[in-house]
């Protein structure tokens, strides 16, 4: 009887989901372990040090200046083939970093990739799945993509440290003339594993109407596009939702590291280890809704939102390294938690409203362009020389003031709008 239910009854993923979880997982294991060794580079070179963050800032420019395109050229092809040639780009990158290109240019290319990549793995994934899977393809999605964050930093730091560099300069390759450039070489080995495993990402026979060429149209419809996500009574909400969560987790990536300097005494080495615990409770987080939440149960976690900014302020109260484990985890968890079922919900009403890729597009670009703007109001803060508690108590009441708000204007959309038809509302017949 069991073998007579569809797939998605049975409770279990189609086996293309597991492919393109293996080319997520080895395709951002290699960007986390990239930027490592793009740090390492840039003191090879004795580079000033503002280029190191201005790394960050050149990889993520692509997702807002690329968004009118992106969506387009992921919705061209068959997303397999898509995430296949983006790697390529990404594999490109590090070749840069060999012929005596900028890093920071170098790796602006591997964003470049990155951005082109992005629509067609989320974008596929409301092709090949039912709208009832997408909490949990979520969930197994962030969660995988953090644990190859977590990996990727440790995987940089081994790659550049005396011992193995050491072992990989042996071999003489042409070009590898230092650690971070042997760290390099196998990173760009990663790329190429990882389009290779695209190869074998299935069609999901998911075709859409001739994109247009012409860049002024693309940006029009790009920009309608936008307009269409933000109008829509639940679109609105889940994207305000997850555009505040990854502006305000790539602050929170810095706000660890200072925190852990100034108030626990630590070096940046044993600090950047507390960036890892935090991804340990978003994926922890990511991975527990997966298994619990719904799509139509996704609205009740905007709570967890505001109890998130009330927490952080918490970090200003501990002064020793065992205390901060549990908060950071704390925080870490309610974040996966929060945000994986309203990105699914995101997902399902951009794959209703408009083609797969478009919807990545305009979400990518409204998420990236707050991690620009956050993270600039953040590097204004220091400059003024605030202190990081301070900061930090900031940082947390505008989290929580802002989730209130978005609770609030989801509790007025449904007085006037029946929003669960909206979260059943679909159009390809799942």
């Not at 979880?21 to 294991?29: E, K, P």
């Not at 201005?54 to 395109?69: D, E, G, H, R």
């Not at 139509?296 to 009330?310: K, Y």
């Not at 979400?363 to 003024?384: C, D, P, R, S, W």
């Amino acid at each position: 009887m069991l073998q007579s239910l569809p797939w998605y009854k049975r409770g279990h993923m189609k086996k293309g989901f597991y492919t393109i979880m293996a080319a997520q997982f080895f395709s951002s294991l290699a960007d986390n372990a990239l930027l490592i060794s793009a740090i390492a580079l840039l003191i090879e070179l004795t580079a000033p040090e503002w280029m190191k963050p201005m790394l960050k800032l050149f990889f993520t420019v692509s997702y807002v200046v690329l968004a009118p395109f992106v969506g387009a050229f992921a919705d061209s092809m068959p997303k397999g083939r898509v995430m296949f040639f983006t790697n390529a780009v990404k594999v490109l990158g590090c070749a840069m970093m060999f012929a005596t290109v900028h890093p920071l240019l170098a790796y602006a290319v591997v964003g470049l990739g990155a951005a082109a990549y992005s629509p067609a793995k989320y974008g596929i994934l409301t092709e090949l799945l039912p709208p009832s899977r997408l909490v949990a393809a979520n969930g197994w999605i962030e969660g995988t993509t953090v644990g190859s964050i977590i990996l990727g930093t440790v995987l940089g730091g081994v790659l550049i440290s005396p011992a193995v560099s050491d072992f990989i300069l042996a071999f003489d390759f042409p070009g590898v003339h230092s650690p971070a450039t042997a760290a390099i070489v196998v990173i760009g080995g990663l790329y190429l594993l990882a389009a290779l495993i695209n190869l074998r990402i299935p069609d999901t026979g998911a075709r859409y109407e001739k994109q247009h060429t012409n860049p002024l149209v693309l940006i029009s419809e790009f920009w309608q596009c936008n307009l269409t996500l933000w109008r829509d009574k639940l679109g609105q909400i889940s994207l305000a939702v997850t555009t505040l969560f990854w502006g305000a987790g790539a602050v929170l990536q810095f706000i660890v590291l200072e925190w852990a300097e100034q108030q626990l005494g630590l070096p940046l080495n044993k600090a950047a280890i507390l960036q890892g615990v935090v991804a340990v409770g978003i994926a922890a987080g990511a991975v527990i809704a997966a298994r619990f939440m719904t799509l139509r149960q996704s609205p009740r976690v905007l709570s967890l939102g505001i109890a998130m900014g009330v927490m952080v302020p918490c970090m200003t109260l501990v002064e020793s390294l065992p205390a901060s484990y549990p908060l950071l985890i704390l925080v870490g968890g309610l974040a996966g938690f929060f945000v994986v079922p309203m990105n699914a919900l995101l997902q399902h009403r951009g794959h209703v409203l408009m083609s797969a890729g478009h919807s990545i597009a305009v979400q990518n670009f409204n998420e990236n362009l707050n991690v620009l703007l956050m993270l600039g109001i953040y590097a204004l803060l220091l400059k003024f020389q605030l202190h990081i508690n301070s900061i930090i108590v900031l940082f947390g009441a505008f989290v929580a003031i802002t989730m209130l708000l978005v609770r609030q204007r989801y509790v007025r959309n449904a007085k006037t709008h029946d929003l669960q038809a909206l979260i059943l509302d679909h159009k390809d017949g799942h």
